[in-house]
């Protein structure tokens, strides 16, 4: 007989490594929100869930539970050669440990292939998540990484990253930039999905001397960032990163090739054309819609984005660790760690 597993040893399981994890419900409850990491093997599609959802309604739970027979009896052989084919012991969940991961849990075990089952489900997962980044203790100190526009921290976090040093990239986590061009190139991720990969970082990192941030607002994108992660940001030591227009500018081209999304960088710039002098917003519209998209870029940086990055960062200019100048993102996470002084590596 399978094993139902409570949350916490789930969380101590997956550090080691010691699961994979499995989401049975349907495809699009997975793309909406899953724990991170899981694999998808649906019990039902989604046009069969939705049947026994109708049939649970409109008629009655013994016609649903009729019909999810008649599905699952179908599907069985194929449904059981996919957790037959997984390395390792396997933790399935559903909605809230209901029928979809009992059943799958249950046939498992009759065939012979041993399954724990999330006790409480998708739900429970969720409810943790919420409550630990609520109330966290996070002791890391954190260096935050200020920047004009185009500086590259994204770049230097990966770099950073790449060392094997403890990085937050947030951006990365909430699928936007945190700008009006933000979303562009990049799939948008949910509060749900934000909230489980920041946790499964700050987990990761709990033992670390310091971590790596940017600068981040409250909000990116759709998402909201944890008030004691800002508080922490607050009152951690803050670098300014410096880098040359023309690095700056290669940068975003790199990162939103706007030659692949013509439209979608038109129409960001008309959100904010009005908070420009009509003459530069004028000629940054037509530079954009002739493709010359560097020297719209660069238009943009000196007109709209380093006046207002200046605002926002004379808070920060009293506490500054240091200013780092850099032609690259490599130089500048060299730079960063001789800064430190280096020991910062973490184990995956």
């Given at each position: 007989?399978?094993?139902?597993?409570?949350?916490?040893?789930?969380?101590?399981?997956?550090?080691?490594?010691?699961?994979?994890?499995v989401?049975?419900?349907?495809?699009?409850?997975?793309?909406?929100?899953?724990?991170?990491?899981?694999?998808?093997?649906p019990?039902?599609?989604?046009?069969e869930?939705?049947?026994?959802?109708t049939?649970y309604?409109?008629?009655?739970?013994?016609?649903?539970?009729?019909r999810?027979?008649?599905?699952?009896?179908?599907?069985?052989?194929?449904?059981?050669?996919?957790?037959?084919?997984?390395?390792g012991?396997?933790?399935?969940?559903?909605?809230?440990?209901?029928?979809r991961?009992k059943?799958?849990?249950?046939?498992?075990?009759?065939?012979?292939?041993?399954?724990?089952?999330?006790?409480?489900?998708?739900?429970?997962?969720?409810?943790?998540?919420?409550?630990?980044?609520?109330?966290?203790?996070?002791?890391?100190?954190?260096?935050?990484?200020?920047?004009?526009?185009?500086?590259?921290?994204?770049?230097?976090?990966?770099?950073?990253?790449?060392?094997?040093?403890?990085?937050l990239?947030?951006e990365?986590?909430?699928?936007?930039r945190?700008?009006?061009?933000?979303?562009?190139?990049?799939?948008?991720?949910?509060?749900?999905?934000?909230?489980?990969?920041?946790?499964?970082?700050?987990?990761?990192?709990?033992?670390?001397p310091?971590v790596?941030?940017?600068?981040?607002?409250?909000?990116?994108?759709?998402?909201?960032?944890?008030?004691f992660?800002?508080?922490?940001?607050?009152?951690?030591?803050?670098?300014?990163?410096?880098?040359?227009?023309?690095?700056?500018?290669?940068?975003?081209?790199?990162?939103?090739?706007?030659?692949?999304?013509?439209?979608?960088?038109?129409?960001?710039?008309?959100?904010?054309?009005?908070?420009?002098h009509?003459?530069?917003?004028?000629?940054i519209?037509?530079?954009?819609?002739?493709?010359?998209?560097?020297?719209?870029?660069?238009?943009?940086?000196?007109?709209?984005?380093?006046?207002?990055?200046?605002?926002?960062?004379?808070?920060?200019?009293?506490?500054a660790?240091?200013?780092?100048?850099?032609?690259?993102?490599?130089?500048?996470?060299?730079?960063?760690?001789?800064?430190?002084?280096?020991?910062?590596?973490?184990?995956?």
């Amino acid at each position: 007989m399978f094993q139902d597993i409570a949350i916490d040893v789930l969380f101590e399981k997956r550090k080691r490594g010691e699961l994979i994890l499995v989401d049975v419900r349907s495809p699009s409850e997975y793309r909406e929100a899953s724990i991170p990491g899981s694999l998808n093997i649906p019990l039902f599609d989604d046009a069969e869930r939705a049947e026994i959802g109708t049939l649970y309604k409109q008629a009655s739970v013994d016609a649903a539970k009729t019909r999810g027979l008649e599905i699952v009896s179908a599907k069985l052989p194929a449904f059981i050669k996919q957790f037959a084919a997984l390395p390792g012991k396997t933790a399935v969940f559903c909605w809230r440990g209901g029928m979809r991961s009992k059943t799958t849990a249950t046939v498992l075990s009759l065939m012979g292939i041993h399954a724990y089952r999330l006790t409480g489900g998708y739900r429970a997962y969720r409810r943790s998540v919420v409550d630990a980044l609520s109330e966290m203790d996070f002791a890391p100190k954190l260096i935050v990484l200020h920047g004009n526009t185009g500086t590259g921290k994204t770049a230097i976090l990966r770099a950073l990253q790449a060392r094997g040093c403890p990085a937050l990239d947030l951006e990365a986590m909430a699928g936007h930039r945190g700008s009006a061009f933000g979303h562009i190139g990049l799939p948008a991720h949910n509060q749900k999905t934000f909230d489980a990969l920041l946790f499964d970082e700050l987990s990761r990192f709990e033992q670390a001397p310091y971590v790596f941030m940017e600068a981040e607002s409250k909000r990116i994108g759709k998402v909201t960032v944890p008030d004691f992660l800002m508080r922490k940001k607050e009152e951690g030591l803050h670098v300014r990163i410096e880098m040359p227009v023309e690095a700056r500018v290669n940068t975003i081209l790199n990162d939103y090739r706007p030659e692949a999304h013509h439209e979608a960088c038109l129409q960001a710039f008309r959100l904010i054309k009005s908070r420009l002098h009509t003459p530069v917003a004028a000629e940054i519209e037509t530079l954009l819609e002739e493709r010359r998209y560097d020297r719209a870029v660069a238009l943009l940086l000196i007109h709209y984005y380093d006046p207002r990055y200046a605002h926002s960062s004379e808070a920060y200019e009293s506490t500054a660790l240091a200013a780092i100048r850099a032609d690259t993102a490599e130089e500048a996470a060299e730079e960063l760690l001789r800064l430190v002084g280096g020991g910062l590596a973490v184990q995956p």
